[in-house]
Nanobody, 120 residues
């Protein structure tokens, strides 16, 4: 139906930057919200940022002013620019997309996750 492929994770020093990408593919009719969540061991998955089909963004409190979410509708791609990274940003980052598929319904889809590690 819908497959999400994340990329851009890796190891970065405190204060550094990373840019995550997520590409959606499959029998997609329409994509609505696109977003990023993150999770660390022992904690619940939390919202990082979400962006609507019209480009309106919302951010979690811990990343406001540091992260920027954007999307390219023609490429079915959502991005997360992460600046001023700190140790608490270390997590597995998951792409999330609300999409309608051909001959189907609107559902939420998740990527496999990409590891972001902030360490000196």
């Amino acid at each position: 139906q819908v497959q999400l492929v994340e990329s851009g994770g890796g190891l970065v020093q405190p204060g550094g930057s990373l840019r995550l990408s997520c590409v959606a593919s499959g029998s997609i009719l329409s994509i609505y919200n696109m977003g990023w969540y993150r999770q660390v061991p022992g904690k619940q998955r939390e919202l990082v940022a979400v962006i609507g089909s019209g480009g309106n963004p919302n951010y979690g409190d811990s990343v406001k002013g540091r992260f920027t979410i954007s999307r390219n509708n023609a490429k079915n791609t959502v991005y997360l620019q992460m600046n001023s990274l700190n140790l608490e940003d270390t997590a597995v980052y998951y792409c999330n997309v609300d999409a309608a598929v051909l001959y189907g319904t609107i559902s939420a889809y998740w990527g496999q996750g990409t590891q972001v590690t902030v360490s000196s």
